[in-house]
């Protein structure tokens, strides 16, 4: 179809083949009232009610197909946004949680409190403790490297790391740099 429109917009005469009565090949959308027979003649009549409507082919456009995002915008074709993640859905695995099948909602909670709890331990711990400087660097470093994953970890701006690790270290935290002020006249 790209092929056929570009193609027309140069001055060419074009004739598409379509095997299927709707053009469009594999997009597809099926609205109530809409009829299709299959290859084998089976025939189906769709009845859903007004404003309901299945894409049985490609239901989704990923961000990088740039091409096919500029061909909906020049036609004016108009997209929705596609969630492909559900808070709600549930997980489950017959050996984890007891066999109890568990909100998605709830495991990342759990797992971002757990995460930020273990490093808030892991500091206060680092700043308690009468270990050499190497190797309160280096339990820090795998943990926060280990976290970094996490939400708690990597929202930490780099002069807030700066500080988490000069404290972590028992060295002051270097100084800001500022440019000087320019007088005013």
Known sequence: MTAAYELRRAGYKVQVLEYNARPGGRNWTVRGGDTYIELGGARQVCRFDDGQYLNPGPWRIPYHHYAVLHYCRLLGVALEPFVQLNHNAY???????????????????DYSGGVAELLAKATTR????????????????????????????SAIAPARQRQHFAAMHGRPA????????????
Not at 97 to 107: H, K, Y
Not at 141 to 150: I, Q
């Open 91 to 109: 997980l489950h695995k017959p050996d984890a949680f007891g066999g109890a099948r568990q909100r998605l909602r709830e495991i990342k909670a």
């Open 126 to 153: 680092a700043r308690s403790t009468t270990t050499s400087p190497n190797r309160t660097a280096r339990s820090c470093s795998k943990l926060c490297a280990n976290s970094a994953a996490s939400t708690a970890t």
């Open 174 to 185: 270097a100084a800001s740099r500022r440019v000087p002020r320019m007088a005013s006249r």
